[in-house]
């Protein structure tokens, strides 16, 4: 991860950097930690001859030698390739076993091959996948997400980027404004509006680093202010051009960052005052509970999207709508020039999805699910809290329900400026190896662990184990 770091801190000027760093407690040797990350970069190498030889082959016929570009984005000098996994592990084309705490970054957060997704995903096969024509299991789909989100309306995508973009242009065509709002340091997928940072040296709005190819520059589209910074958010407000909102109740991506107290409530009026509507992003939130953030914390977003997770790792997303913007949505639509709206898509709310989408919800994503893990991910940030305290440590751990994450600052970030100025390239990308090469992994743009339905208590207190035995290391003590 240490080109992350030098991305986002090559916009921060060395005396911004300096200020953040935290008083410490514990030094970290930083030539010690040379020296481990070199060896567990051996031992990567070592335990994964087949990974590399298929790394090999494939840059000669996959661009960058992976399907997708963020494959390449782990810590070793190429990633693993898988074979198979079940339930909370996988295994790799090297026989090895991994206990798996990045899920897919969500995909699979129902862990892998749930059987009773499996079985109605089967079945479905055999019967068709896709007709452009609904199905009664989309009836069943609408009324669950109902019952769990609180908004009346739902429609279908592939994935949560697609039902972001789509409920962006619901929301300008029925504000008739064309700005959108973001969190600095925010992530929607690829959302063109939402590829962008506040500069808090000139003020403005710029491209996000790293985004590549951008048709309009994203200051001409987007406002954006800190999280948790309801002063911020309403001068940005103010100025009545904002369609919509777009957030995360918690920011994820750029780590786990909770709102503070009454945030919510006084942004949600916020909007209302200033006329712009609100679309929450439950992605990744959704490990929150069964009916995400927004139910756990009764939330009334004009808009929600959740994509992921909820097909069981199936490509699949929702977006759910308000009663007011579904009167405004059906009187500004015309029926004869819907599939030329740019909302909608030929294998949107295709019947596998549906099929899949149904049965995680009644079963994998049911709210015993959430019962369960909840409690082990609380047993996971305890271990880590309690060896970051007996050794003295300037870092810090963060849960939200089913996920927590450690950070290397004594004190949790409060907004994305925060969060950017306290990584840590090298001491990330040695806990990531180090976990790695003794069969466990995490999530790879943070150091974030996320519970499968059939995680174990003992898989917890393997990764405690694992999590002292690296700090020892780092600091040269029994």
């Known amino acids: 991860m240490a080109h992350r770091a030098e991305s986002i801190l090559r916009h921060l000027s060395p005396q911004e950097t300096k200020a953040q760093e935290p008083s410490r407690k514990t030094q970290i040797d ?36 992976v399907p997708m570009p963020w494959q390449v984005r782990w810590a070793g000098k190429f990633p693993i390739f898988v074979t198979h996994g079940k339930g909370q592990y996988f295994w790799d084309v090297d026989g090895h076993k991994y206990l798996d705490l990045c899920l897919g970054d969500t995909g699979s957060m129902c862990g892998h091959a749930p059987q009773e997704s499996m ?32 908004l009346p309306y739902w429609q279908l995508a592939l994935t949560a980027t697609d039902a972001n973009r789509f409920s962006i242009r619901l929301a300008r065509t029925i504000t008739n ?16 509006e939402a590829f962008a940072v506040y500069d ?54 750029i780590g786990i960052i909770h709102p503070i107290p009454g945030y919510w409530e006084k942004a949600q009026a916020l909007c209302k005052k200033y006329g712009s509507l ?6 990744h939130t959704i490990c929150a509970g069964p009916g995400g953030y927004t139910a756990e914390y009764n939330l009334k977003p ?58 995680t919800l009644s079963t994998v994503l049911a709210k015993e699910t959430f019962t369960r893990t909840i409690p082990l991910a609380t047993r996971f940030n305890d271990g880590v809290q309690q060896i970051i305290d007996k050794y003295n440590l300037p870092w ?64 917890i207190d393997y990764h405690t184990k694992v999590f002292l035995d690296a700090v020892q290391s780092l600091v040269g003590k029994q």
Not at 330 to 339: A, M, Q, R
């Open 177 to 192: 404004r064309r700005k959108v709002l973001v969190f600095n340091w925010c992530y929607h997928g690829t959302v063109d």
């Open 30 to 65: 930083r030539s010690r930690l040379k020296q481990l990350l070199e060896k567990e970069e051996k031992m990567f190498l070592e335990r994964h001859p087949k990974s590399r030889e298929l790394f090999e082959r494939a840059k000669k016929s996959l661009l960058g030698g």
């Open 396 to 459: 810090s751990i963060t849960q939200l329900g089913n996920r927590a994450e450690y950070w290397f600052c004594p004190t949790r970030p409060i907004n994305g400026y925060e969060a950017v100025t306290h990584a840590d390239g090298d001491l990330d990308r040695y806990m990531h190896l180090y976990c790695l090469n003794r069969g466990i992994l995490l999530t790879p743009f943070h150091l974030m662990a996320l519970i499968a339905p059939t995680t174990t208590e003992a898989d």
């Open 119 to 150: 079985d109605a995903i089967i079945d479905q096969l055999r019967k068709g996948t896709t007709f452009m024509l609904p199905s009664e299991d989309s009836i069943a789909v609408g009324e669950e997400l109902q019952k769990r989100f609180g």
């Open 278 to 283: 609100l679309i929450i992003d439950e992605t």
């Open 302 to 359: 004009d808009m929600l999207v959740i994509g992921k997770t909820i097909a069981s790792g199936l490509p699949a997303a929702v977006y759910g709508v308000s009663e007011e913007v579904a009167k405004q949505v059906l009187k500004k639509v015309e029926t004869d020039s819907i599939d030329t709206s740019g909302i909608g898509g030929t294998l949107a709310g295709n019947v596998l999805s549906l099929r899949a989408i149904k049965a």
């Open 200 to 253: 808090p040296k000139t003020g403005k709005t710029e491209p996000r680093p790293g985004n590549l190819g951008y048709g309009v520059n994203p200051n001409e589209t987007t406002r954006v202010c800190e999280f948790n910074d309801l002063a911020a958010l309403e001068r940005e407000l103010a100025h009545r051009d904002v369609a919509v909102v777009l957030a995360e109740p918690a920011m994820t991506n």
